[in-house]
């Protein structure tokens, strides 16, 4: 079946470091992939997404490219600040059937001024 | 613009107690969920609904109950908690293209411990 596998957390960075979270996939076919994000006392929300190898996602500073030779997805920022302190999580969305979402484990994100 | 409405944000129960979580949204969607988070385990699907009257089971389905009378909410029912039941619970929207291509609404969580 479909398993999404993030880097474990927590992670602390000093603000203006560059972030790297990873993700890599297991999936069938061909999935859609996706960074949703939840900051404090808030739902989750769409961060960005990619449907197809190569593709890169980018919002708010945030990027990640769709890998499909390495089944990845990683997250990256190149200056992060401590607006960004968030719990993230990767998932993706089989493209076969009426698969629904698989998240990942989510992975929290403190920045530090 | 609300969005996505849970109630009630923290429930303690006892083992064997019934409730309701509650979702109400108000952007028109047609398909509504339940997730649940555990530690290590991310989220994962409980129930789902692709309209009113319509419902099925996600991946975690059982000692859970919804139903869908009306497009705006989808409540959760669990008949009798068990602490195996502790978890936060998000309710999630989007339209049905939105379901397919996973950009969903998300309330803001309901923390419930069963003891």
């Known amino acids: 079946g479909n398993s999404v596998t993030q880097m474990e957390g927590p992670v602390t960075l000093s603000e203006e470091a560059f972030l790297t979270i990873n993700c890599t996939y297991t999936a069938t076919g061909y999935p859609s992939l996706f960074w949703y994000v939840q900051y404090p006392g808030e739902g989750l929300q769409l961060l960005l997404k990619a449907t197809k190898a190569d593709d890169k996602g980018s919002n708010k500073g945030f990027e990640a490219t769709y890998r499909k030779e390495t089944t990845s997805f990683h997250l990256e920022k190149g200056s992060v600040q401590v607006s960004d302190s968030a719990v993230y999580f990767c998932?993706?969305?089989?493209?076969?059937?009426?698969?629904?979402?698989?998240f990942g484990t989510g992975t929290r994100l403190t920045i530090i001024p | 613009n609300a969005g996505v409405t849970q109630t009630p944000k923290f429930q303690v129960l006892k083992t064997g107690q019934s409730m309701t979580l509650q979702c109400a949204q108000d952007m028109n969607h047609e398909y509504m969920s339940w997730y649940r988070q555990d530690p290590g385990m991310g989220l994962r699907l409980i129930h789902y609904s692709v309209g009113a009257g319509i419902t099925d089971q996600g991946e975690v389905p059982n000692g859970y109950n919804v139903s869908r009378s009306t497009t705006e909410d989808f409540p959760l029912r669990l008949l009798s908690a068990a602490p195996s039941q502790t978890s936060v619970y998000f309710c999630a929207s989007s339209y049905p293209q939105g379901a397919n291509t996973g950009e969903l609404f998300f309330g803001e969580g309901s923390r419930l411990t069963v003891l």
């Open positions: 998932a993706l969305r089989s493209n076969f059937g009426n698969e629904k979402l698989t």
